[in-house]
RNA sequence: CGGGGUGUAGCUCAGCCUGGUAGAGCACUACGUUCGGGACGUAGGAGUCGCAGGUUCAAAUCCUGUCACCCCGACCA
């Protein structure tokens, strides 16, 4: 492509409402432009991005034995009410009225119409496993869309469905699709991991994501540094301490702690450590009475894990300010185990702690010196909190770190949730009904584009994986408008690489060297050839990988073939 | 949904408090100079000041309403 028959502008300013990079540097590079909240109109150059990562994202699937096909955006919502998740789905899922007042939503997913065409179309086992997935818009209503293509409301899945005559069927396709995914992530030059999950609202009995890494990903990770052990936070487990809990050797002592706000600022008021301390959280039981939970001062409650205790409220609700007061007789930030009468959870970390610091559960007092059993009764004992970096890792080989990513796909054992639900049935060896088995498993295209330039830029602009880059050669002729040599030169380099199959993208615009330097470093393409009047002297080109900090010399003669052994090369 | 903020040229913003001819930089058009890291000069095109009411001789500016967008929202328990 020549760059004067491109007529998108590149911004030299920074975008207001831009907040991540990724979502700036898009629109700065001229691939997106936002339409109305969460929906963007991907041009040329982004599409190019977009449709090479499904290009890598059809070829893995089909390698895996999945069958493409094209399921409708637009849903009839009897089978959102059949499949129950017409009144379980939230305002998220868009939903509105046809001519004839039927009930329509804009689907966020399809397992109910993927259930439904397997249920009229799959009869037998023989038939199983079968795998069919698409690559398709969807719709979610989010309600804050964000980050540009990161979080937008409609956007690009690639979303398969598998179906199975029993779980070990199942558990072979499930551990297909890992390897595809494995494989996807692999090709597209990202730097990843695959995590254990929360499998959450959809269910089930087994579930992976697939992170891209970045430093400004929403989702902590934790990861073994002795094992192949990682999961999401949400997930990982805190083991209990090794050690046992020592042996009282403090009285429990009243103290006056007036305007002391954080546990940062208990931790100094007292000159303790904050390891020292214990924070309380109220939440809500099943019935509503309040629950105290106890975690290490320095230590974070984990909703996810708090909400799949026995007889709380789940997912796991905050107490009132109110109801809190109700209770204890004392503001939030003054509440401890002591004297109340409720029940008590603590954090493994916390259950073998002792002489610790907690809230008086009097308004501006704490308690020193606080031990269990004497007291205040022995708490029930639970893993409530996040593991932190240097937890050991739950599988019992070496110690946790973090890191953070963004979650770009997720691979889920569905189990029979839909198939039971929408009589998704075939017949066995018997000639018996059996309800099929699915798995699901998508991946976000459009965030995976975002994603990859969120872990891939610097200070100049998007530093593409190669096998996704929009072009895999920048031609930077300079002095282009007066130069018949250079024009020469560079249009025969370009003619040339084109025929050798090589994607290029030809700086023909009468611009000065500054602009258009610094238009293909925002652009990100891996590979840049300067020609030069000045090189052209001395037979040479000038080469720069979009990684490297040098230029290269490159002899004009044989630059097509130098240049084509190059691509590919990681930088 | 609650709280905060912002809507003025394609983009980034000033002007609003204190009402009186709608501005700057970038981008765009033309011409000239310039040409290896986001040049410069001259001339130009471009905005119903988000929208609707109201106050006023006069509204981008003050008032009311409305819409859109952005940010924050239970780790201080």
Redesign the pocket.
């Known amino acids: 492509m020549r760059l004067t028959d491109y007529p998108i502008?590149?911004?030299?300013?920074?975008?207001?409402?831009?907040?991540?990079v990724s979502h700036r540097l898009m629109l700065?590079a001229g691939l997106i432009r936002?339409l109305?909240?969460?929906?963007y109109t991907w041009l040329p150059m982004g599409l190019r991005v977009l449709r090479k990562v499904e290009r890598i994202i059809r070829e893995e699937m089909d390698r895996a034995g999945a069958l493409e096909v094209s399921m409708p955006v637009a849903q009839p919502g009897e089978l959102w009410v059949e499949s129950g998740r017409w009144d379980q789905f939230g305002p998220e899922l868009l939903r509105f009225k046809d001519r004839h007042d039927r009930d329509m939503v804009l689907g966020p997913t399809h397992e109910e119409v993927v259930t439904d065409l397997a249920r009229r179309e799959l009869k037998s086992y023989r038939q199983l496993p079968v795998n069919f997935y698409q690559v398709q818009t969807k719709f979610r209503d989010e309600?804050?869309?964000?980050?540009g293509v990161m979080r937008a409301r409609e956007f690009l899945m690639k979303d398969a469905y598998s179906f199975h005559a029993d779980e070990a069927s199942l558990d072979e396709g499930y551990r297909k699709m890992y390897v595809a995914y494995d494989r996807i992530f692999t090709r597209l030059g990202l730097r990843f991991r695959a995590v254990q999950a929360d499998p959450g609202a959809i269910g089930g009995t087994g579930s992976q994501e697939f992170h891209v890494l970045a430093d400004s990903g929403e989702d902590a990770i934790a990861y073994s540094d002795g094992s192949d052990y990682a999961a999401n936070v949400e997930m990982a487990e805190a083991l209990a301490p090794a050690a046992p809990r020592p042996a009282p050797s403090q009285a429990a002592t009243r103290v006056h702690t007036p305007r002391v706000?954080?546990?940062?600022?208990?931790a100094a008021f007292l000159s303790v450590p904050v390891e020292r301390?214990?924070?309380?959280?109220?939440v809500e039981s099943h019935d509503g009475a309040p629950v105290?939970?106890?975690?290490r001062?320095d230590?974070?409650?984990?909703?996810v894990k708090v909400g799949k205790l026995a007889g709380l409220a789940s997912p796991a609700?905050?107490?009132?300010?109110a109801a809190?007061r109700a209770a204890?007789g004392?503001?939030?930030?003054?509440?401890?185990p002591v004297g109340f009468s409720g029940r008590v959870i603590a954090d493994r970390t916390v259950a073998a702690m002792a002489d610790f610091v907690?809230?008086a559960n009097e308004t501006d007092w704490h308690l020193t010196g606080v031990n269990f059993g004497r007291d205040c009764p022995e708490p029930e004992v639970a893993d409530l909190?996040?593991v932190v970096a240097g937890d050991p890792s739950p599988d019992g080989h070496g110690t946790l770190g973090i890191a953070r990513g963004i979650e770009v796909g997720h691979i889920f054992k569905l189990g029979s949730k839909y198939s039971e639900a929408m009589g998704a049935t075939v017949l066995d060896e018997q000639g018996k009904s059996i309800v099929m088995r699915m798995g699901c498993y998508g991946i976000g295209v459009t965030r995976v584009v975002a994603a990859a330039v969120e872990q891939n830029n610097d200070e100049?602009?998007i530093v593409w994986p190669e096998p996704i880059a929009p072009f895999q050669v920048v031609l930077v002729p300079?002095?282009?408008?007066?130069s018949a040599r250079v024009r020469e030169a560079a249009e025969a380099l370009y003619r040339d690489l084109a025929t050798a199959g090589v994607e290029v993208l030809l700086d023909d615009r009468?611009?000065?060297?500054?602009?258009?330097?610094?238009?293909?470093?925002?652009f990100g393409i891996p590979h840049?050839v300067?020609?030069?009047?000045?090189?052209?002297d001395a037979g040479k080109l000038?080469y720069?990988h979009r990684r490297a900090a040098d230029?290269e010399e490159l002899p004009l003669e044989g630059a097509v073939d130098a240049l084509r052994a190059r691509l590919g090369v990681p930088g």
Request: proline share 5%; aromatic share 6%; charged share 30%.
């Open positions: 502008q590149n911004l030299k300013e920074e975008p207001a409402d831009a907040e991540v700065r936002r109305a909240g969460g929906l309600i804050r869309p964000r980050f706000k954080t546990i940062a600022e208990l301390t214990v924070k309380a959280f109220v105290l939970l106890l975690v001062g230590h974070e409650v984990n909703l609700r905050m107490a009132t300010p809190i204890f004392a503001d939030p930030g003054s509440l401890g907690t809230g909190r996040n100049r602009g300079l002095n282009w408008a007066k009468d611009a000065r060297p500054g602009v258009k330097f610094a238009d293909a470093e925002l840049r300067v020609i030069a009047e000045r090189g052209l000038e720069r230029n």
